[in-house]
């Protein structure tokens, strides 16, 4: 495993003025100047130090369990006409791909100076990843979520209490993941010296977007890898994921963004119906604008305000998508679709029953699409089974009521 | 014409009280009402909020009137409606601040354009880059004769303060501590910060802000600076308030 450290001369990599294309900057307050500079001056010098990448590396073999396998879902494929292999973020320890994004940062945290840690959390995977490393390395840890995500997500919040993390509720706006990456932010702007964001999407001023999308690159590495083991060739016809913020598809993305015979699919979330009202399908339904300090494509409304989302999962409640997904949008490099909670739902269902996996609300977004991909039965087609779908037994039991 | 900040500090140096509220807030027709008071009552500069539903810098006191005044039905075309000849009454300098996805929504120039004709002297953008501005807006302002105001805080180093002062007109915003709006924090201790400040000589007068809220916080400020902003205590005076006059009034003498 490395860090992808060196991108080269890509087009949809990020630029030395953090832009993907017209998206991505840092639109900080100047309170936050310092620290997102510092971070700006210092990642790339700290990612590629070989006792860095070493440390990371033996986390991620030793402590996370990756490899993550990559699955020939055998029953799905039969169904679907097509090979559908299946990246199992779900079996990484904590139960999702986020756990590779917060060991990175727990570590440049470190390598900075920073005693106390911050995070956001909508699912509360990237909660329980963060308060999971700050476990690990001693560190003190605050994590804000929604208060609505709080009560949808009730076993990730009490993993994080007994793993030493203090949840606080964000009560303002749509009680969600905008706002508790707002109250996250705050906390940034008041505590400044001492204390390290660990931020969980690609999402973000840069370099988070860049950094976390380096960090979470191990799942595109792994998949060519993987690939060329069991087919003989490194690159898939499709590889689909969901987006929210959009992490784990930068990272089943990452080094697939310049091989153009692979197809990228994003799933974003669509909630009721793209035009309910109740939707967080961002490029459907945004265009350009500014959410917590990067210029990207966002839900708002004429006089730009942003505009409160909707999703059955916590994890895609989100009003924008990361700067380097618009540029993905912008170019057509990849294609981005729509999952309704109801065909997110019926997916979930499905994998479990042909497959014997349960997976999270969220990665079910990407699983839904298969039914409207035209296929083949040769098409090698990867999903990236970004979380397992314990933390979402409640909604799926409520659901199987109905 | 000189913009109105810059003949406010080329008659008077010392003890500029700048008084910071919400557009539409408690009630979507108070603006005006409140810009009036201030003015009667000797406040030298004021600052009208623009409200945006993701304030990032804002503490939870000026957000909840931002929520407010949103749901009063504020927003940018509203607030150049009721700022339509407002000049005939108003003569102090006014200053809109507000975060920049509703001023790209807006338009940069339009905004610019419409800022100069109802007659506001100047804009505070927080999250808006010195390099962006420098870059692609600086010429627009210029243009208008719009102010761009920046924001300089105990962490900020002494080039970057420089650069800022270069680029700023009007004056500097000195944010006292690192935090945002409202945020109890001592400011004694930040003496050395803004004596810090003083030694730099700057071409532009500094204001100080955040935690400025009574006569005592009030009088360290100005002792190390041109004058201070009050934002918080200010909107909180206010937000109960059924004689918007009256509270105005009488929030002004608690502070001098």
């Known amino acids: ?402 | 014409m000189q913009n109105r900040i810059d003949q406010l500090f080329a008659q008077k140096q010392h003890g500029i009280l700048n008084i910071y509220c919400t557009a539409g807030f408690p009630q979507l027709n108070d603006t005006l009402r409140i810009m009036t008071a201030l003015q009667e009552n000797g406040v030298d500069l004021i600052e009208l909020g623009m409200p945006f539903s993701d304030p990032l810098a804002d503490g939870p006191v000026i957000q909840d009137s931002s929520t407010k005044a949103l749901q009063n039905g504020m927003s940018l075309n509203k607030l150049f409606e009721q700022l339509t000849g407002f000049r005939e009454r108003i003569h102090v300098p006014v200053i809109l601040m507000g975060y920049l996805n509703p001023v790209l929504c807006y338009g940069i120039e339009a905004f610019c354009a419409k800022c100069a004709e109802v007659g506001v002297d100047g804009i505070i953008v927080p999250d808006l880059p010195m390099a962006e501005f420098e870059e692609e807006y600086k010429p627009v302002f210029e243009k208008y004769n719009l102010h761009l105001i920046f924001l300089v805080t105990p962490e900020t180093g002494e080039a970057r303060i420089r650069k800022i002062d270069s680029l700023s007109k009007g004056f500097i915003y000195a944010v006292s501590s690192s935090s945002t709006t409202g945020k109890e924090k001592d400011m004694s201790g930040q003496q050395a910060y803004f004596e810090r400040l003083e030694k730099l000589q700057l071409k532009n007068p500094v204001l100080i802000g955040f935690g400025v809220k009574d006569k005592a916080t009030f009088e360290t400020a100005t002792a190390h600076a041109n004058g201070a902003i009050i934002g918080t205590a200010f909107i909180k005076a206010i937000e109960h308030s059924t004689d918007i006059s009256g509270s105005v009034k009488a929030f002004v003498a608690t502070i001098r």
């Open chain 1, 1 to 402: 495993m490395d860090i992808a450290i060196n991108t080269g001369n890509s087009r949809y990599q990020v630029d030395k003025n953090g832009y993907y294309g017209r998206f991505g900057g840092a639109y900080t307050p100047e309170m936050l100047y310092p620290n997102v500079e510092e971070l700006q001056r210092r990642y790339l010098e700290i990612l590629s130090d070989p006792s860095f990448q070493q440390d990371f590396e033996a986390l991620l073999r030793d402590y996370v369990g990756r490899p993550s396998p990559l699955y020939f879902a055998k029953r799905l494929s039969e169904k679907y006409n097509a090979k559908i292999y299946l990246k199992r973020e779900d079996l990484n320890h904590t139960g999702a791909h986020k756990v590779n994004n917060t060991i990175g940062q727990i570590l440049l945290a470190q390598r900075l100076g920073k005693k106390r840690i911050i995070a956001e959390t909508g699912a509360g995977q990237h909660g329980v990843a963060t308060a999971t490393v700050c476990a690990l390395m001693g560190m003190e840890c605050v994590v804000y979520m929604g208060s609505i995500d709080i009560e949808r997500q009730a076993p990730n919040v009490a993993r994080m209490k007994m793993l030493g993390a203090t949840v606080i509720a964000a009560t303002s706006g749509s009680k969600t993941l905008k706002d508790a990456t707002n109250e996250a932010i705050r906390d940034w702007i008041n505590n400044p010296v001492d204390t390290h964001y660990i931020l969980g999407t690609a999402a973000g001023p840069h370099p988070y977007p860049d950094m976390v999308a380096r960090f979470q690159s191990v799942i595109s590495e792994e998949i060519k890898k993987q690939l060329l083991e069991k087919t003989g060739k490194a690159n898939p016809d499709y590889v689909v994921a969901c987006i929210g913020g959009g992490s784990n598809a930068a990272g089943a993305f990452f080094h697939y963004l310049d091989e153009p015979e692979v197809k990228l699919v994003a799933v974003e979330a669509g909630g009721k119906g793209v035009h309910s009202g109740f939707s967080a399908a961002t490029t459907q339904l945004g265009k350009i604008g500014i959410i917590h300090a990067s210029k990207t494509l966002l839900m708002q409304t004429e006089d730009g305000q942003i505009v409160e989302p909707h999703s059955i999962s916590a994890g895609l409640d989100y009003p924008g998508i990361g700067p380097m997904h618009a540029h993905l949008y912008e170019t057509g490099r990849a294609q981005f679709l729509d999952a309704t909670d109801d065909e997110a739902l019926a997916a979930a269902y499905e994998l479990s029953l042909l497959e014997g996996i349960i997976p999270a609300m969220e990665s079910a977004h990407a699983l839904a699409k298969l039914k409207n991909m035209t296929l083949h039965p040769e098409d090698v087609v990867v999903v990236c089974l970004s979380g397992r779908g314990d933390k979402d037994l409640d909604t799926y039991i409520r659901h199987m009521k109905k």
